[in-house]
RNA sequence: GGGCGCGUAGCUCAGCGGGAGAGCAUCCGCCUUACAAGCGGAGGGUCGCAGGUUCGAUCCCUGCCGCGCCCA
């Protein structure tokens, strides 16, 4: 095909998605229509993508996160906002670490320390430059409409002023702290975690019971990690537990070491766990820590910073987990292993980034004090100035901003925001603001840490729009309209974009809206996972089935609060529907359908029908787009097309276009409305192939593209009651007769001579009576006809000949699977209109709705009877 | 252990007080001049189990069983 219009006979038989979506997406980026004006007077509308990680690849979860926006995006687009769509990664500080360190062993057999900070860093922006950033090229084959000249990088200079200028602000309010706590800490990466880095699972260990002292002074500690038991400084028991009350106060020996610790009582020890006594390893343990804090215990750390035991004698040098059997072997010799239960399942913290333990390690790391941020981020959601949809999310985001704990933000990293502290001489401390100079002199140094990748995405709403400068997108765009995003990101994302968005702009909180949408799992509801094996690449299914394939089938499995779960035989089947919008088109085209001159004031009632769904279709998927419901808007729209236009109002139009003359004028403006407001209803989901179908319908032109054109608007004058009632009898007397047909094995392209009454014709079906016999293939009745079978739909008595060649024995059980049917209803609303309470109690419309279906039901059972009496004696 | 959610057709999911629905899969018949990536037709569900409320429960309440997720 060629680049220019695909003219109406130059359209294939099938939809070609691989060159049609290259094409498209260029021409859209070369007629500019992705970029947006912070001086328009149009209203805003924004969008910022939540930075995929610049390591990172497109995956499903991205695709259908993308499709959201991208479909949220190109409706505003339509409706005239100025819409725009951020895009940017960020520098993931630890996995693009990681990446670069890796490729540094193997290429150049080098760690980073050879290397040394400065070079390293050097080498992280070449690795970017040629490797990072892969998921940008296959954002555009996805079609996502951002403005790429604003395209943002969490490590940029702009946004690099945004990380220091904030930090400065919340050092300068106290927000911002160095303490020593127990922090998570990762011994491969070898850098501290902040809470939610740490994904817990349950995992097989092991519980073994100890007893520390001897004799009566004795007392036996249950614990999975025996190895800390070097660093022991306490035993705890709870204060009112009778059988500990004689030892507390007293000092047991701590094996190996021959220090001797306290027996102390703590309320937060439980006494139903193990023997309710506890050993307490302030360095090793966060629980251990606080109870330390409580009774002044020294803290004493037993495990480097790979996790490896120091000093103390014969177990120095072991790893934690040869430690730990070692350790366990060695108390058991001395007759001190009392219980060993295992494998014992307990939760055990992983590395979310190397899935290593996390192993707990007192260490000075920097702090957000969180309680003010959240408390505002709680409250914003409170009164109702940021709204979480599906509302359900809501209870989650509370009870995480109302109980969170302060966030650690160093990372012992080279890769990210070095933290803008230096430390003098005399033990001074000063925080340096971006456009400040560090203090000069002997003796001052920068704090070695980075910031948590976080904390700079914290600030992605305002700090891609310019902040701290005071620049015209921030006025426009900020805050921006929604946030969309994986439930699963609700607390890193959304929670942290909110205490910064609310601390740094005045209140002013990131987003009007936050969307939140499931996981994406395999046909069977399974998550999407290497060791499973069922993880489907988006890309391959965009190379085999279309982007807009792909898109429709995650789009349309979007419930909201549910994960969206999907399969290759659906993305087949979102082609398939692709390529019926194509030749519904095609078939347009083919018979001089047009989007010319306004609509005829004289419409038949099938053009009036088409126009009344259409109408209909436009009012219910611009309300489900305002309630993200994706799901049922792709629905309706998919029937709306398939159904209504495809199968009904083609097949109908086919005779009228057929007959040509003032009739056939109409119904090829109609035929072009109806696509036309179709591929634009279809556009923010499917935009490729509803741009070229677009363009080949309405003609070419600079500029010109669907992805601009009008949102269709619901037009109520065009709903017509009383043709929707008309067409829809008709549907169910041809769908009676392809039935019979069906049932009785005729060729679809045998004719039956048949006869049509309509007696009283309240609906008005009888000026139809040729496109009943066109669609359900029935002859005239000429001389000699002999019905020899009849079907009665609402009042219309379709008789038909069918030349002496009826199955009776089909034809009889067609009848009785209907009579059963209507005794069935007849019975139920007899029971019902016999029961005194149901009268005396139910409203009125409902006895009446049950009168009715008792009358017809019982107007079946007649008719049917008859026909079986007809039917006896033959064959 | 705490919290949230879910159990509806073979699979994935809608529906959430008055006639059990969709897509895909299945079966039957069709190359009907837009489309076989198609057309026409059909079968298939004591709506997890047990109680309760109601004239009426898949839908509301309680309990139980099973599954999932988050937090500790």
Redo the contacts with the bound molecule.
């Keep these: 095909m060629t680049p220019q219009t695909a003219a109406a006979t130059e359209l294939p ?5 691989g060159e049609v979506e290259t094409r498209r997406y260029e021409r859209w980026a070369a007629d500019g229509l992705f970029g947006v004006d912070p001086a328009s007077d149009r209203p805003a509308y924004s969008i910022v993508i939540p930075p995929p990680n610049v390591t990172g690849s497109l995956h499903m979860g991205h695709a259908l996160d993308h499709t959201m926006q991208d479909a949220l995006i190109r409706r505003r687009r339509m409706q005239g906002y100025e819409a725009l769509w951020m895009p940017g990664m960020d520098h993931a500080g630890i996995a693009t670490q990681n990446v670069v360190e890796r490729q540094l062993a193997e290429q150049d057999g080098k760690s980073r320390h050879d290397l040394g900070r400065d070079a390293f860093v050097r080498r992280v922006w070449q690795w970017k430059d040629e490797y990072g950033g892969r998921i940008l090229g296959q954002m555009r084959r996805l079609g996502d409409s951002v403005d790429w000249s604003r395209e943002r990088f969490t490590m940029d200079a702009g946004l690099s002023s945004a990380v220091g200028t904030i930090f400065k602000r919340l050092y300068d309010d106290g927000l911002i702290y160095r303490a020593e706590r127990i922090i998570n800490w990762c011994p491969r990466c070898l850098t501290a975690l902040s ?2 880095e ?3 699972s ?1 995992d097989e260990g092991e519980l073994v019971s100890i007893r520390y002292g001897e004799g009566d002074s004795a007392i036996v500690v249950a614990t999975t990690r025996a190895e800390t038991m070097l660093g022991d400084t306490a035993v705890a028991v709870h204060p009112e537990d009778a059988r500990y009350a004689h030892l507390v106060g007293t000092e047991v020996e701590l094996p190996f070491t021959g220090r001797r610790i306290p027996v102390v009582p703590d309320a937060h020890v439980d006494p139903s766990f193990g023997t309710g006594a506890v050993k307490v390893t302030p360095a090793h343990d966060p629980n251990d820590f606080e109870i330390g804090q409580r009774h002044d215990l020294p803290s004493i750390t037993v495990l480097d910073e790979h996790g490896v035991i120091t000093a103390h004698g014969p177990f120095e040098g072991l790893d934690r987990f040869e430690a730990r059997p070692a350790i366990v072997a060695a108390l058991r010799e001395q007759g001190r292993i009392v219980a060993e239960k295992r494998p014992y399942v307990h ?1 055990v913290g992983h590395c979310s980034r190397c899935n290593t333990t996390v192993e707990p390690r007192l260490s000075k790391q920097w702090f957000v004090k969180v309680e003010p941020l959240a408390k505002a981020a709680g409250d914003a959601v409170r009164d109702g100035r940021v709204a979480i949809h599906p509302p ?1 999310q809501e ?2 985001y509370f ?2 901003v109302d ?1 969170m ?1 302060d966030w650690c933000i160093s990372r012992q990293l080279w890769w990210g925001h070095r933290i803008p502290i230096w430390y003098g001489p005399a033990g001074e401390m000063v925080c340096v603001g971006p456009d400040e100079e560090p203090p000069s002199g002997e003796g001052w140094t920068q704090d070695a840490d980075v910031l948590d990748t976080w904390f700079s995405s914290a600030l992605w709403p305002f700090s891609t729009l310019g902040w701290p400068e005071r620049t015209p997108e921030l006025a426009k765009f900020y805050p921006t309209s929604v946030l969309v995003t994986g439930y ?1 990101i609700l ?1 890193f994302w959304v929670v942290r974009m909110m205490m910064f968005g609310l601390y740094a702009m005045a209140g002013r909180q990131p987003f009007d809206q936050v969307v939140l949408h499931g996981l994406v ?1 395999d ?3 399974k ?1 999407m996972s290497k060791s499973r094996g069922n993880v489907v690449d988006p890309l391959e299914w965009m190379d085999r089935f279309g982007a807009d394939a792909t898109r429709f089938t995650l789009a349309r ?1 979007v ?1 909201p ?3 969206v ?1 999907v ?1 290759e ?2 993305a ?2 979102s ?6 919008l194509w ?2 088109t ?2 347009a085209l ?1 018979n001089g359908a047009t989007v010319a001159g306004p609509l005829p004031t004289e419409l038949s009632t099938v053009d009036r029908w088409v126009l009344s769904r259409l109408h209909a279709t436009v009012a219910e998927v611009d309300r489900l787009f305002e309630e993200y419901e994706f ?2 808007l792709c ?1 309706t729209l ?2 709306f097309a ?2 209504d236009v ?2 009904w109002y ?2 109908l139009s ?1 005779p009228v276009l057929a007959a040509g003359g003032p009739a056939a004028d109409a119904t090829r403006r109609v035929l072009g409305e109806v696509l036309d407001v179709l591929l634009r209803l279809l556009h923010p989901v499917m935009p490729f192939v509803t741009d070229e179908l677009w363009e080949a319908l309405t003609g070419p032109g600079a500029g010109r593209s669907v992805m601009v054109a009008e949102w269709p608007t619901p037009d109520d004058a065009r709903r017509d009651a009383a043709a929707e009632n008309r067409i829809a009898v008709l549907q169910r007397i ?2 009676e007769v ?2 019979f ?3 009785q ?1 005729l ?3 045998q004719k039956v001579a048949a006869r049509l009454v309509f007696p009283a014709d309240d609906a008005g079906v009888a000026a139809h009576e040729p496109l009943i016999r066109s669609l359900a293939r029935l002859a005239d009745a000429g001389d000699g006809f002999e019905p020899t079978a009849s079907l009665t739909v609402a009042d219309v008595e379709v008789a038909l000949d069918t030349r002496g060649s009826i199955d009776v024995a089909a034809e009889r059980a067609r009848l009785e ?1 209907d009579l059963t049917a209507a005794r069935k ?1 007849r019975d139920g609303c007899a029971a ?1 209109l016999g ?1 005194e ?2 009268l ?4 009125e419309p ?1 006895v009446g ?2 009168r009715g ?1 008792l009358a ?2 019982e107007a079946d059972i007649a008719r049917l009877t008859d026909a079986l009496e007809g039917l006896t004696g033959r064959g």
Aim: charged share 35%; net charge positive.
């Design positions: 038989a099938q939809y070609q998605p809470d939610i740490v994904e817990h349950d939760a359900e209870k989650r009870a995480w109980n704990h699963d607390f799992r046909q069977f509801g998550k499995g419930n609060g549910a994960d779960a399969s035989e659906w087949q089947g082609r398939n529907f692709c390529n019926k030749n519904a095609r078939f083919l799901a049922k629905d998919y029937h398939w159904d495809c199968d083609l097949e086919k041809v769908t392809r039935r047909r069906s049932d094995g060729k679809p392209g699977k209803e019902k029961n309470a149901f005396a109690k139910a409203p409902v709705k049950i279906r017809a039901a």
